[in-house]
């Protein structure tokens, strides 16, 4: 979907200074090379967008692709195609060895194709030393930029495309947001929307405020003018996504809480359910477990990332609460909301973890019952406090990573079952791509079912009665 006609387009006139209008006028000069390349070739040129990361990398790769279809490559899935971009993750160091790996494939690709470009963006190239060593060593990458340039694509891709030369461009802050560029959305049913971009929290371990930059809300108009658009395009269900929406609107010139957004979103007629990553729990209100409570929409899922259960680890960690803390919060949200299904993230390993801090961090888990949990073994981040701390050996790490994995699991499966025997709502997502007589959606709780069904269903909201409970998802029947 592209918000102007590329065709209108006056290119004999210099690039507006004002965006996005500058983005769309390299769109069409893009378009216009592209539609000669093509024509040379005698072939449409392909383009294959590979994300890394979170749901935020997910949400710019739409936007990413929604550049790169605009101005005529056809999307492919295959990375041996004409334009391969690396939307890339950097919280841990093995997200950068994977790209790294991966980089050697898409070099072989090139030798069979020369014309091929190669673009990497995302997080990791906010590294100073990430870049430089893509400068030194990977000189077949044509195009590298950063998280907070990613609006500019068609630009950056327009200098690589009419003057044949490698382009890197790293901004070290984020500029003002930009606006209704075209997006290239992965399923027509259901849509992330930012809600803001950055993060001013400084966790120790963490290296994203250091790559996203500090948090910038997004002007409500903007945001509930998007999904009012998405729910006219038959949109049901959204993620409204920020590294921490609790804080949301902070920052705005008419400050606003996430609680107030909810409700004005919570009033857009076509959106059936709403979901939200991620919440910090030392900024979770009373205000919004009341308006989750009271809301007809508002997914019964909520993604509450824990790291540790150790005091004294929550302090180095720069994480502002205690362990009695979040056990009051998560309590007191199973107990308002008896139905939903809590989430988390937790770190094993990080400096200074002793066996009784991680057995507060099991405590925790025991007492939350988690439907389930992500479990990471900490990676030290160059540039962040944690990383100069004094490390925990690499043995005592593995096996804590291992009890850890297996109590998450264990609880998970009693959890996940309680609803065995009921019907409930299901969002079908796609067909199962094991066996494709089966149906694969989410209740609200966010917990997966697989059930017969056909293709037509996808991206509408059934009524399934969960007849067998199997983990961390069930196996039911249409009623
Ligand atoms: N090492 C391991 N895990 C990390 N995370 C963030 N930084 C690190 C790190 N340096 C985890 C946190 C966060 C999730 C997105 O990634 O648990 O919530
Ligand atoms: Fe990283 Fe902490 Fe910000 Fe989450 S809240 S992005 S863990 S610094």
Same mark, same amino acid.
């Given at each position: 979907?592209?918000?102007?006609?590329?065709?209108?387009?006056?290119?004999?006139?210099?690039?507006?200074?004002?965006?996005? *209008?500058?983005? =769309?006028?390299?769109?069409?000069?893009?378009?216009?090379?592209?539609?000669?390349?093509?024509?040379?070739?005698?072939?449409?040129?392909?383009?294959?967008?590979?994300?890394?990361?979170?749901?935020?990398?997910?949400?710019?790769?739409?936007?990413?692709?929604?550049?790169?279809? !605009?101005?005529?490559?056809?999307?492919?899935?295959?990375?041996?195609?004409?334009?391969?971009?690396?939307?890339?993750?950097?919280?841990?160091?093995?997200?950068?060895?994977?790209?790294?790996?991966?980089?050697?494939?898409?070099?072989?690709?090139?030798?069979?194709?020369?014309?091929?470009? @190669?673009?990497?963006?995302?997080?990791? *190239?906010?590294?100073?030393?990430?870049?430089?060593?893509?400068?030194? #060593?990977?000189?077949?990458?044509?195009?590298?930029?950063?998280?907070?340039?990613?609006?500019?694509? !068609?630009?950056?891709?327009?200098?690589?495309?009419?003057?044949? %030369?490698? &382009?890197?461009?790293?901004?070290?802050?984020?500029?003002?947001?930009?606006?209704?560029?075209?997006?290239?959305?992965?399923?027509?049913?259901?849509?992330?929307?930012?809600?803001?971009?950055?993060?001013?929290?400084?966790?120790? =371990?963490? @290296?994203?405020? =250091?790559?996203?930059? %500090?948090?910038?809300?997004?002007?409500?108009?903007?945001?509930?003018?998007?999904?009012?658009?998405?729910?006219?395009?038959?949109?049901?269900?959204?993620?409204? /996504?920020?590294?921490?929406?609790?804080?949301?609107?902070?920052?705005?010139?008419?400050? *606003?809480?996430? #609680?107030?957004?909810?409700?004005?979103?919570?009033?857009?007629?076509?959106?059936?359910?709403?979901?939200?990553?991620?919440?910090?729990?030392?900024?979770?209100?009373?205000?919004?477990?009341?308006?989750?409570?009271? #809301?007809?929409?508002?997914? +019964?899922?909520?993604?509450?990332?824990?790291?540790?259960?150790?005091?004294?680890?929550?302090?180095?960690?720069?994480?502002?609460?205690?362990?009695?803390? =979040?056990?009051?919060?998560?309590?007191?949200? +199973?107990?308002?909301?008896?139905?939903?299904?809590?989430?988390?993230?937790?770190?094993?390993?990080?400096?200074?973890?002793?066996?009784?801090?991680?057995?507060?961090?099991?405590?925790?888990?025991?007492?939350?019952?988690?439907?389930?949990?992500?479990?990471?073994?900490?990676?030290?981040?160059?540039?962040?406090?944690?990383?100069?701390?004094?490390?925990?050996?690499?043995? &005592?790490?593995?096996?804590?990573?291992? +009890?850890?994995?297996?109590? &998450?699991?264990?609880?998970?499966?009693?959890?996940?079952?309680?609803?065995?025997?009921?019907?409930?709502?299901?969002?079908?997502?796609?067909?199962?791509?094991?066996?494709?007589?089966?149906?694969?959606?989410?209740?609200?709780?966010?917990?997966?079912?697989?059930?017969?069904?056909?293709?037509?269903?996808?991206?509408? /909201?059934?009524?399934?009665?969960?007849?067998?409970?199997?983990?961390?998802?069930?196996?039911?029947?249409?009623?």
């Amino acid at each position: 979907m592209t918000k102007y006609d590329l065709d209108m387009i006056d290119v004999t006139m210099p690039p507006p200074e004002y965006e996005p *209008m500058r983005q =769309y006028y390299f769109m069409r000069l893009c378009r216009d090379i592209l539609g000669r390349m093509q024509a040379e070739k005698g072939r449409p040129l392909t383009c294959c967008v590979n994300t890394f990361g979170c749901q935020m990398n997910a949400r710019d790769s739409e936007k990413l692709l929604g550049v790169l279809t !605009a101005i005529g490559y056809t999307e492919s899935e295959d990375e041996n195609a004409d334009l391969v971009l690396y939307n890339t993750c950097t919280v841990r160091e093995n997200a950068n060895i994977r790209v790294y790996g991966r980089l050697g494939h898409l070099h072989h690709y090139k030798k069979q194709n020369p014309d091929m470009l @190669i673009g990497l963006c995302g997080c990791m *190239m906010q590294e100073q030393k990430v870049v430089d060593k893509l400068r030194s #060593s990977y000189p077949f990458v044509d195009l590298i930029f950063g998280t907070h340039n990613v609006y500019k694509l !068609a630009e950056l891709l327009y200098s690589v495309l009419s003057e044949k %030369r490698r &382009v890197i461009d790293i901004w070290d802050k984020a500029e003002a947001i930009v606006e209704d560029l075209p997006v290239n959305r992965k399923y027509s049913f259901k849509s992330g929307v930012n809600i803001s971009f950055g993060c001013n929290n400084f966790c120790t =371990y963490c @290296i994203v405020p =250091y790559v996203r930059g %500090r948090e910038r809300s997004r002007a409500p108009e903007d945001i509930l003018k998007e999904i009012r658009a998405l729910a006219d395009d038959g949109v049901i269900e959204i993620m409204l /996504l920020g590294q921490n929406v609790n804080s949301y609107g902070k920052d705005l010139e008419t400050p *606003m809480t996430f #609680s107030e957004l909810l409700r004005e979103v919570e009033k857009i007629d076509g959106i059936k359910r709403i979901r939200f990553m991620t919440s910090h729990p030392k900024d979770l209100s009373d205000e919004l477990i009341a308006v989750m409570r009271d #809301s007809q929409k508002i997914c +019964r899922h909520l993604h509450l990332p824990l790291q540790s259960g150790s005091t004294k680890l929550l302090k180095a960690m720069n994480r502002k609460y205690t362990k009695e803390d =979040y056990l009051a919060l998560a309590l007191k949200i +199973r107990r308002e909301i008896p139905e939903i299904s809590i989430t988390t993230d937790i770190i094993v390993g990080f400096p200074g973890e002793t066996e009784e801090d991680f057995q507060d961090t099991l405590d925790v888990v025991r007492k939350v019952r988690y439907e389930s949990a992500f479990t990471f073994i900490y990676s030290p981040r160059t540039g962040t406090p944690a990383a100069k701390m004094e490390q925990v050996p690499d043995k &005592v790490v593995h096996d804590r990573f291992d +009890r850890l994995l297996a109590e &998450v699991q264990d609880i998970a499966k009693e959890v996940c079952c309680r609803d065995t025997g009921k019907t409930m709502e299901v969002l079908v997502e796609e067909v199962n791509e094991k066996d494709p007589s089966l149906l694969t959606g989410r209740l609200s709780n966010h917990i997966m079912v697989h059930f017969p069904g056909c293709p037509e269903l996808v991206g509408r /909201l059934v009524h399934v009665k969960l007849t067998s409970a199997h983990g961390f998802y069930y196996h039911g029947e249409m009623v």
